[in-house]
């Protein structure tokens, strides 16, 4: 069964950290870039940082840039957000998704061949 799973939602005060997992099941990964996206209600989708499975080359939109890392770990197929110095503006529904393209494309042009359920993520003091 094709899937993604995500864990690691919470809530969390501002300044704190998160960390989010994502499992790949039914299909190998090497070949796709993976990435996690953000949907806060009345807003548009956001994809905060994707990454290429293959080569592990990264991309992260501006409002993450040096406060979130994303990593890949071949071996459990899975692809974790480190999410340091949160804050209230970064609480929403947080997903993984794959699709078979490179990092950049996937992130800035929301190209999805499949995602998970998602994760609530909530910053509040």
């Known amino acids: 069964q094709l899937q993604l799973v995500e864990s690691g939602g919470g809530l969390v005060e501002p300044g704190g950290s998160l960390r989010l997992s994502c499992t790949a099941s039914g299909f190998t990964p090497n070949y796709f870039a993976i990435g996690w996206f953000r949907q806060v209600p009345g807003k548009e989708r956001e994809g905060v940082s994707c990454i290429d499975y293959s080569d592990g080359m990264t991309y992260y939109g501006d409002s993450v840039q040096g406060r979130f890392i994303i990593s890949k770990d071949n071996a459990r197929n899975t692809v974790d957000l480190q999410m340091n110095s949160l804050r209230p503006e970064d609480t929403g529904v947080y997903y993984c998704?794959?699709?078979?393209?490179?990092?950049?494309?996937?992130?800035?042009?929301?190209?999805?061949?499949?995602r998970g359920q998602g994760t609530q993520v909530n910053v509040s003091a």
């Open positions: 998704a794959a699709e078979r393209t490179h990092a950049q494309d996937m992130c800035v042009w929301g190209r999805i061949w499949l």
